[in-house]
């Protein structure tokens, strides 16, 4: 039975690429093996131990951790609406703006805050490429910088908590029965916070350093206009930047301090939204409307996937496939070093090729059995996930950031040109990784 359970895994992996709805390739396909063995193979495999899916679908939908993710989606959706990223741009280039490389600092700025108030990235992405990209060409910036910048700056809300990546990899971890693997949203979320600000500093490094090296890549905006700063603009300044940060204080600060679960707080982040949103003047029914039917879908697409993650996990299981992957490993006399180095990479060849949430779903329940066998940290392994599922927003063909950028950019921007100019922001990242397998106590910095 173990070696049919890698013939699920792999199957399932397959027909994925394929390009077949994940829920329903996960879950289907789980079924109709399960369905197969117990009809022609019922010495080894039991019908009735189909009861066990029905205790673990209930188990999903009564996990108050997972309200989280509808919440928090709700939270940047409503922030998209407020208006508030196309004012911190506008802000930030006015304060940037006179010096070389000033309007991609900005952006990643802009970026990092937005990744700490919303955690959407296709909104972040979409709303920052439509409103800096156009910008940044008619200021003389290359249009690989441009784009590139935007889709990093971008992708930093899968990193920077609050992060829906981070709950759902916090839970897929906790729900391996490894008795060291418990990950809580509020530990990861601390723990991901300072390499999320490391990686926003080596953006801000490499622009500073390109700029300097190369101005003609990313010239200054020599207007006058842009370079005055009377006591209207600090107020203005003041005014956009203390909106976020409340909020980001709010949600970010009680689940640091304690006095708050995620769940709780992903509901105050919500009501906070709302409220910014009504403070600058853009709520209104149909915004509501919106922002609820968008939640609503895409909290359907996570469950529904979610759903399929936990029939492929459990058959999974019931195969022993966790029991001969690690029999597999030991026997290979692999260390959880080797093996962690070995899993790093495969994902970041996955992510060329499948969503993130795919990844979550269909390696990581495979592999936090053996992490556990070898007794490794999850807390720290889990941040290194979450780092390598980043990339998988900015490695072409199928990195979603570029395929949202793409989307909103003005149609002289080659596809080639957004490839090329991404390339070093993922090295960054790379580094990083690298950084934080080799100081691990990076994490537990706060």
């Known amino acids: 039975m173990e070696w049919i359970a890698l013939?699920?895994?792999?199957?399932?992996?397959?027909?994925?690429?394929?390009?077949?709805?994940?829920?329903?390739?996960l879950g289907g396909l789980s079924v109709l093996f399960g369905l197969f063995?117990?009809?022609?193979?019922?010495?080894?495999?039991?019908?009735?131990?189909?009861?066990?899916?029905?205790?673990?679908?209930?188990?999903?939908?009564?996990?108050?951790?997972?309200?989280?993710?509808?919440?928090?989606?709700?939270?940047?959706?409503?922030?998209?609406?407020?208006?508030?990223?196309?004012?911190?741009?506008?802000?930030?280039?006015?304060?940037?703006?006179?010096?070389s490389g000033g309007l991609a600092i900005s952006t990643i700025i802009v970026g990092a805050l937005l990744a700490a108030s919303t955690g959407i990235v296709g909104a972040t992405v979409v709303t920052m490429g439509s409103i800096s990209v156009p910008i940044m060409l008619k200021r003389g910036y290359s249009p690989r910088l441009a784009t590139a910048v935007v889709a990093a700056a971008g992708t930093l809300g899968v990193i920077i908590p609050p992060s829906i990546l981070l709950v759902l990899l916090a839970d897929t971890i906790s729900s391996s029965n490894i008795s060291n693997s418990a990950v809580d949203v509020g530990g990861i979320f601390r723990a991901a916070l300072l390499p999320g600000l490391i990686l926003v500093g080596g953006y801000l490094v490499y622009v500073i350093i390109l700029s300097k090296i190369k101005p003609e890549l990313a010239p200054p905006i020599k207007e006058t206009t842009v370079q005055v700063k009377d006591f209207k603009f600090y107020k203005e300044l003041i005014t956009v930047f203390v909106l976020p940060l409340l909020l980001i204080i709010l949600v970010l600060g009680a689940i640091f301090i304690g006095i708050a679960s995620p769940t709780e707080v992903a509901g105050l982040g919500a009501?906070?939204?709302?409220?910014?949103?009504?403070?600058?003047?853009?709520?209104?029914?149909?915004?509501?409307?919106?922002?609820?039917?968008?939640?609503?879908?895409?909290?359907?697409?996570?469950?529904?996937?979610?759903?399929?993650?936990?029939?492929?996990?459990?058959?999974?299981?019931?195969?022993e496939g966790d029991d001969l992957l690690i029999h597999i490993i030991k026997q290979s006399e692999l260390e959880g070093y080797h093996f962690l180095i070995l899993v790093m990479v495969i994902i970041f060849i996955a992510g060329f090729f499948i969503d993130f949430i795919e990844i979550i779903f269909i390696f990581i329940p495979v592999v936090t059995p053996i992490f556990g066998s070898f007794g490794m940290d999850m807390m720290w392994v889990g941040i290194l996930l979450a780092l390598n599922l980043q990339i998988s927003f900015l490695t072409p063909p199928f990195g979603f950031s570029l395929f949202y950028l793409k989307g909103v950019v003005p149609k002289t921007i080659k596809t080639v040109d957004i490839y090329r100019g991404i390339v070093p922001f993922v090295i960054i990242q790379v580094i990083l990784i690298i950084v934080i397998a080799l100081y691990p106590d990076i994490i537990y910095s706060f």
């Open 271 to 319: 009501l906070g939204a709302t409220i910014l949103t009504l403070v600058t003047g853009k709520l209104n029914v149909k915004v509501i409307k919106s922002v609820m039917t968008k939640t609503t879908d895409l909290t359907s697409m996570v469950f529904m996937i979610m759903l399929g993650a936990t029939t492929f996990a459990l058959m999974f299981r019931m195969l």
């Open 37 to 99: 063995l117990s009809i022609f193979y019922p010495d080894i495999f039991y019908i009735n131990d189909f009861k066990l899916l029905f205790s673990r679908i209930l188990g999903v939908l009564n996990n108050q951790i997972l309200m989280a993710v509808p919440l928090f989606i709700f939270m940047g959706i409503m922030l998209e609406k407020s208006g508030l990223a196309e004012s911190l741009l506008e802000t930030m280039a006015k304060l940037f703006g006179k010096q």
């Open 7 to 25: 013939v699920l895994f792999v199957s399932i992996f397959v027909i994925i690429l394929k390009g077949y709805p994940v829920a329903f390739s």
